[in-house]
């Protein structure tokens, strides 16, 4: 339908002309309906005065009757004999007596109903329906409708007295479709009667079958009870115009009804020509204004069909005019069209500049790099010509516009762009987007020239660029990835180039890396050590060893430190110092992290109340919003006590300022949580850490620990951590105490705990009971 509609109004003639004759079919459509509305109220109103003239007369023919049977019913009532027959009960007489009121009064059915209840000239359902008629009609008319098995029945009762009354004569009249059909025979138009009756379930039909119980009649039939209300029925023949007249059965309730209907497409008859009348006026009528607005709409458009054609040229790209004939709106349209047609041509030439060029710099940006790879690759492939790509990484640059702004930010972009420039007129230089920048260099160049071209750019930055008044010293680094390596592939080439930048950068900034196969394998191996890292922390292939930590003021242990295993299911063991620098780059150390604290605190929940557990804190998890609510919520669940929980962190943490750390280890600490300061001595501020804020614990290096024993200088230092720990009431632990010399210098100077393969290697879980009540003097 959308694309016949899409047809049918392609041109603004065709849709004028549509407009307009919709507007008079509509116009017609309102007098039509209007015409019809009119038509049936008409026809209504004329059918509706029709069945009640109908419903009249049925009213007083059987009055009439009524009135005739009362008096044939009272002539037998009050004869002397046959009263006497009902006293003595001569039955003979009796039924001698009803056939002869039966052929009399011209009915089927007369009837003896005596004072016991049995009736005499009846059987079944019709004997058992009267038995108790002149019971329910005592005190009212003498006539009603009966309804039996479906059959409905008009009786009329008279007493028999002697002088009190011993019986009751009754004549039953069905009304049956004879009777039905002699009343329609008395109207002027053919209307269908129909006698309706309640069924057990309170539902009203057609006593013939002729219409289905339904909501419709029963409404029509309630309605009538106060009036004669015109209903229009569904049924199975047709629409149909009814009213309904109740008729009051032996007790006062309607258990009957006369259902008097016209079908409507009959009533409609006379107004048939009318309405055709009107439907052939109203085609003719659309005709003769499609016709017109045709010849209107052809007026009205075609001094727009030039400014249509010449709109397909500009769309297509063609420079385009179009004459412009007198000064109205159609002329002034024509001149705007003109001028626009001339500014869409210049903003297109813009566009496309602006498409592949950046705006910065106005060197060529990614797309316009890109193409240009494709082109070169492929052409390389044809002649086997050389192609290199040297992807370029600005240091620094962050700190440029922190602390210069980015307006200075922006020049400096801008005058590395032509530095660049200048040094690769060989090449395609392209700033890529941020501080990334690009250089091709193919054809025919000397093997070596990308290597000079990267020595030169290291050189022209070496010393500080001036960009808007200031000297900002900055450098590049650089990878360089060469088309025959790749098989002429653009992605893998960039992905080379890239891997070779990585490496740059790795290697201390400001050089430049050629791609090595090593590379590629090195990246694929990282990225399948994330992949299985991801999988380990769904599967659950994590666990933790415990490392004892031995207290020798108190001579027992006094805690653990959680050791993270991986063992993968193909590689077996993997060791931490592979995968946690992988974690902690991807964020995966966030999960791993919380996996640690929820098993080590559900694990030390179980020890002795004065071994506690300590666990190390990557930089990255420390300085997560979420951090202190994952220890509040292992600590919830576990019911291990803070004071029980010693958190490992390395200065490497205030790395990114010391104001937000410092705040979150005052947070663990009004906890309870204890903290220590991990690999103390191997940084350049851990005194200066240690005057922030007030560690619980310092660890001292192994580095230092190893030596102690036989280097002299090793053994000051140890002397001087352990009195400024006791000095500022802090822990001092020992790590990696692996020989009896070793702790013997220790003890001497004073060291609190020890932590190291002379009192045992980490262990698994199991283990740990066994160890708890170990000597140092015993175990090795």
Known sequence: MMRLGAIRFRTLRGRLAVLYTGMFAAALLVLAVTAQVMIRAHAQSSVSAELVASGSVYDGLWALRAKTLTGTVDVLAHDFGFRTAVGTGDRATIESALATLRDRAGVDHAMLIEADGRVIGAVGPLADAIAHLPDQMQGRSRDAVLVSQNRIYRVVVSPVMAPMQIGSVVLALPLDDPEMRGLERLSAIPLTATMLYRGDRGTWAAADGSIPPGRQLGELVEASRTGRPLATLNLPDGHAFAIAKPLAGPGGQAAAALLIRYPLRAALAPYRPLQIGLGVAGLIGIALMVFGSLRLARTITQPLHALDAAARHLEEGARTEVAVTGDDEIGRLAHSFNRMSQGIIDRENQITHLAFHDTLTGLPNRASFREALDQGLARTSRTGEQLAVLCLDLDGFKGVNDTLGHPVGDALLCALGELLLRLAPDGLVSRLGGDEFAIILAGQYNPDRPRELAQAVLDATGRPVEAAGHQIAT??????????????????????????????????????????????????????????????????????????????????????????????????????????????????????????????????????????????????????????????????????????????????????????????????????????????????????????FPFDKIKIDRSFITGVAADPSSAAIVRAIVDLAAALHMEITAEGVEDDSQLACLRGEGCDNIQGYLFSRPVEIAAIQQLLPAKLAYAA
Not at 650 to 678: I, K, P, Y
């Open 475 to 692: 450098g590049f680094s650089i990878g360089i990835a060469q088309s025959h390596a790749t098989q002429g592939e653009a992605d893998q080439l960039l992905k080379n180039a890239d891997l070779a930048l990585y490496r740059a950068k790795r290697d201390g900034r400001g050089v430049f890396r050629f791609f090595e196969e090593a590379l590629d394998i090195a990246a694929r191996q990282r990225r399948q050590l994330e992949l299985d890292l991801r999988e380990a922390l769904m599967t659950g292939q994590f666990r933790l060893n415990f490392q004892p930590i031995y207290n020798l003021k108190a001579d027992r242990v006094g805690g653990f430190e959680a050791l993270l295993r991986w063992n993968h299911p193909i590689r077996g063991e993997v060791s931490p110092v592979q995968f946690i620098p992988v974690a902690e780059e991807t964020g995966l150390i966030m999960g791993i992290g919380e996996w640690v604290f929820h098993e080590a605190c559900r694990v030390a929940a179980g020890w002795p109340d004065h071994v506690r557990i300590a666990i190390n804190v990557s930089p990255i998890q420390f300085r997560s919003p979420g951090f202190l609510a994952i220890v509040l919520q292992a600590l919830s669940r576990s019911g291990l006590p803070p004071a029980r929980l010693e958190i490992e962190i390395t200065e490497s943490v205030f790395l990114d300022g010391e104001d937000n750390v410092l705040n979150m280890l005052h947070q663990l600490r009004a906890m309870g949580v204890r903290v220590a300061l991990d690999d103390f001595g191997t940084g350049y501020s851990s005194l200066s850490y240690l005057r922030s």
